[in-house]
């Protein structure tokens, strides 16, 4: 009898915290999204779509430089012999990590403070100015600087995480944040396409764009022009996407007690392994480990970004494979459309059938052989290379982004809702720490590899890819317990 008594009263008590939970505060902007999400059980295409744009406009300067950074630095004659271009090269890919690491809590701190929109609003309206500034650069400094303040001051990404959480209904979150991961993917490898296809417009195209013009003296300010004028029309859209952020402090007590309740204890009593609004994120091992893990396959990715971009435009004298930008833009268009096809069509059952971790372990064992295999590709030529490389492209980029779609996923699941706007700033600083390593060090190593082409251990592109993979282990023995934790299940409170 006191089973089913305290049963009742807990379901009386439940009841009246989720009243209390829909009364909506009439001038609260996360109230209003919160009352569109009770009202609508369905995906929202349109925030889909917000979620894609803004990820894609920070992705695409990321790496849109890759392509043509080689003639970029060699056209400013600051590299004393050919093979220390890479390295100034890998500079000036470094500083835009370097200036996101810097800020990335603090913009965190402020989306907390004044909302999502603000900061996403300043952030792509950094990338029309800054990156539009990059491509006209006439020096090396003043292309480091710009790249510096573009990374510093487009801080989106940790708060379009949470904002990709907030938006949508509970169990529509893991779509949203899927969004994020697929549209960074896929950012990360137009990018490149795009500064591959409309870099040096004049050598490339020169019935449209003349020589001695505007686009001569800039040869490489169309393909930023491109991705400034995309960032000006979403700063346009982002003007009426709705904030997510409450103005009170009442709606999470509320949830936080139904939950509780939900759980089977009382609103005063948790259970001590469910994460509170204010434990240190730093004690989540779970977090942590996740996050740790992908620092170090982010540091792979980026590295081998750079590595591939450099080493494909390099000539055969030092082990390059001497394509243009315009093909290496078109082996990386061809991977970007077949990782849209993956993401939407295969990644979603892969990931149910194997789960998140599974099948990023499958895939990160399978880069090494795979990535290693890259250095004796330019034993090959003609159309014969192209079509190797671009499947070895599209497999490599394909297994990355697995590994790194199932850390992300993994990271917003060890953290309640409340909570995922910090985590998500932690991991953007701490990944951006290592990426801003990652374009320095790969060039370093390509520099170095270029240098002993007659060595008798591992000579010229060979060592490269062998120091990508030795990253590639590291992340992978991170990938197993007892590293990477999984988060504890609350139990539940059971009376006899």
């Known amino acids: 009898m006191r089973n089913v008594d305290y049963h009742s009263n807990n379901n009386n008590v439940r009841e009246a915290l989720l009243v209390k939970k829909k009364q909506y505060h009439e001038d609260c902007p996360g109230c209003k999204v919160d009352q569109v999400k009770d009202m609508n059980h369905s995906v929202s295409i349109k925030n889909l779509f917000i979620i894609w744009i803004v990820v894609l406009c920070a992705t695409l300067p990321i790496s849109s430089l890759f392509p043509f950074l080689y003639f970029m630095v060699r056209d400013f004659n600051i590299a004393e012999t050919e093979a220390d271009i890479g390295s100034y090269a890998g500079y000036v890919g470094s500083?835009?990590?370097?200036?996101?690491?810097?800020?990335?809590?603090?913009?965190?701190?402020?989306?907390?403070?004044?909302?999502?929109?603000?900061?996403?609003?300043?952030?792509?309206?950094?990338?029309?100015?800054?990156?539009t500034l990059f491509g006209l650069s006439t020096s090396f400094w003043m292309a480091i600087l710009m790249r510096f303040l573009l990374g510093s001051l487009n801080g989106l990404?940790?708060?379009?995480?949470?904002?990709?959480?907030?938006?949508?209904?509970?169990?529509?979150?893991?779509?949203?944040?899927?969004?994020?991961?697929?549209?960074?993917?896929?950012?990360?490898?137009?990018?490149?396409?795009?500064?591959?296809?409309?870099?040096?417009?004049?050598?490339?195209?020169?019935?449209?764009?003349?020589?001695?013009?505007?686009?001569?003296?800039?040869?490489?300010?169309?393909?930023?022009?491109?991705?400034?004028g995309f960032a000006l029309v979403v700063s346009i859209v982002c003007i009426w996407i709705p904030e997510t952020l409450h103005?009170?402090?009442?709606?999470?007590?509320?949830?936080?007690?139904?939950?509780?309740?939900?759980?089977?204890?009382?609103?005063?009593?948790?259970?001590?392994?469910?994460?509170?609004?204010?434990?240190?994120?730093?004690?989540?091992?779970?977090?942590?480990?996740?996050?740790?893990?992908?620092?170090?396959?982010?540091l792979h990715d980026i590295a081998y970004q750079e590595v591939f971009s450099l080493w494909?435009?390099?000539?055969?004298?030092?082990?390059?494979?001497?394509?243009?930008?315009?093909?290496?833009g078109d082996v990386l268009a061809v991977s970007g459309i077949s990782l849209i096809i993956y993401q939407i069509l295969l990644y979603p059952?892969?990931?149910?059938?194997?789960?998140?971790?599974?099948?990023a372990r499958i895939s990160a064992i399978l880069s090494i052989p795979l990535l290693q295999s890259f250095s004796f590709m330019t034993m090959l030529s003609g159309t014969i290379l192209f079509l190797v490389i671009c499947g070895a492209s599209i497999l490599k980029n394909l297994l990355a982004v697995t590994v790194t779609t199932g850390l992300f996923?993994?990271?917003?699941?060890?953290?309640?809702?409340?909570?995922?706007?910090?985590?998500n700033g932690l991991s953007m600083t701490a990944m951006s720490l290592f990426k801003a390593v990652g374009p320095a060090a790969g060039g370093a190593v390509l520099t170095w590899s270029q240098k002993r082409m007659d060595a008798s251990f591992l000579p010229g592109p060979h060592m490269v890819f062998f120091a990508l993979n030795i990253v590639e282990a590291v992340g992978i023995l991170m990938l197993f317990k007892p590293f990477l934790a999984e988060k504890k299940k609350t139990k539940r409170v059971q009376l006899n």
């Open 247 to 298: 103005n009170h402090k009442e709606s999470n007590e509320f949830i936080d007690d139904a939950e509780a309740i939900e759980n089977g204890s009382s609103g005063n009593k948790k259970d001590k392994n469910m994460i509170h609004k204010k434990e240190n994120l730093l004690l989540n091992w779970p977090l942590m480990s996740s996050i740790i893990a992908y620092c170090v396959f982010s």
């Open 312 to 328: 494909a435009v390099a000539p055969p004298k030092l082990g390059g494979l001497n394509f243009t930008t315009d093909v290496v």
């Open 349 to 359: 059952s892969v990931e149910r059938a194997c789960g998140p971790i599974g099948i």
């Open 95 to 131: 500083t835009f990590m370097l200036g996101r690491c810097l800020t990335s809590v603090m913009w965190g701190m402020i989306s907390d403070r004044y909302g999502r929109k603000p900061v996403i609003i300043i952030g792509v309206i950094t990338v029309v100015i800054f990156n």
């Open 157 to 228: 990404l940790g708060p379009v995480k949470a904002y990709a959480t907030e938006i949508f209904r509970e169990e529509h979150q893991s779509l949203g944040l899927s969004t994020v991961s697929a549209a960074w993917g896929i950012g990360l490898i137009i990018g490149p396409a795009l500064g591959g296809y409309l870099a040096q417009p004049v050598e490339k195209y020169p019935n449209i764009f003349a020589k001695d013009s505007f686009w001569d003296k800039f040869p490489y300010v169309l393909p930023c022009f491109v991705i400034s």
């Open 409 to 423: 996923l993994i990271q917003n699941r060890v953290v309640e809702q409340h909570q995922r706007g910090a985590a």
